[in-house]
């Protein structure tokens, strides 16, 4: 059911946080009761760090310089499924082959990269020009996004979201290690936390939604309550 607002009143809704904390979740989610538009940042890294893969580009001793001279060649979109909304990459739906492991600790060192940054920030400004949209990475309340009219940092604590991913991993047929899963979490925090470029920190203006123990469903009334409440002030 959509919320009802009045389509003058759109904003932009940037949902922030560390990594498996249901950002992807609660942004369709909400997206979704609001008639926005959904953008998963995410997906899009994954998608470069794909075609990374599949090209054997992944050479930092390098600089990275073959991938820089490719990226011109790589074009993302979104599509509607069946089984939801999709990533693709070059026309063809990846959706299934970016979820892994190895595509996000990939996808998490490629984002450090400044040019591979300034790709996909502008392709994620334009996609906003018109509002109406929400959309979850990283650094989109600091630095894609820096007036968003509302501003969401989501938290948990690492056992927390290493337990979520085990599971993830677990429903796809993976058979992880637990300990390996929690060293991976802590790993991409601090990579996120401490690279170079747009580093993920919480937005002054932003709200904390620390879901550690909050039910999927106690989140999603309390994130529409900020927005209903925003919207109306807009």
């Not at 501003?151 to 599971?167: G, M, Y």
């Not at 996120?192 to 709200?207: G, I, K, M, N, Y």
Request: aromatic share 6%; net charge negative; hydrophobic share 40%.
């Amino acid at each position: 059911m959509k919320l009802g607002l009045n389509m003058n009143n759109k904003i932009i809704v940037a949902i922030d946080g560390y990594s498996s904390c249901g950002k992807s979740t609660i942004a369709k989610a909400l997206a979704k009761h609001a008639g926005y538009t959904y953008v998963d940042t995410g997906a899009m890294y994954r998608a470069v760090a794909l075609y990374v893969q599949r090209l054997g580009l992944a050479n930092p001793e390098s600089g990275y310089t073959d991938l820089l001279a490719q990226l011109k060649n790589i074009h993302i979109d979104f599509i509607q499924t069946p089984e939801g909304q999709h990533v693709t990459l070059n026309g063809e739906d990846v959706e299934a082959y970016i979820r892994t492991l190895e595509i996000g600790n990939l996808a998490s060192q490629i984002s450090t990269i400044k040019e591979v940054r300034a790709f996909l920030v502008a392709q994620q400004q334009a996609m906003g020009e018109k509002k109406g949209i929400v959309m979850d990475g990283r650094d989109i309340g600091t630095v894609v996004f820096p007036d968003a009219e509302l501003k969401l940092f989501l938290t948990a604590s690492p056992e927390v979201r290493a337990e979520r991913r085990f599971k993830e991993l677990e429903a796809k047929g993976e058979r992880p290690i637990w300990e390996e899963v929690l060293a991976d979490v802590n790993d991409r925090d601090y990579r996120d936390t401490h690279r170079a470029e747009s580093p993920l920190r919480q937005a002054d203006d932003a709200v904390v939604v620390d879901n550690s123990y909050m039910t999927r469903e106690e989140q999603m009334q309390h994130i529409i309550h900020l927005f209903r409440e925003r919207c109306a002030t807009v």
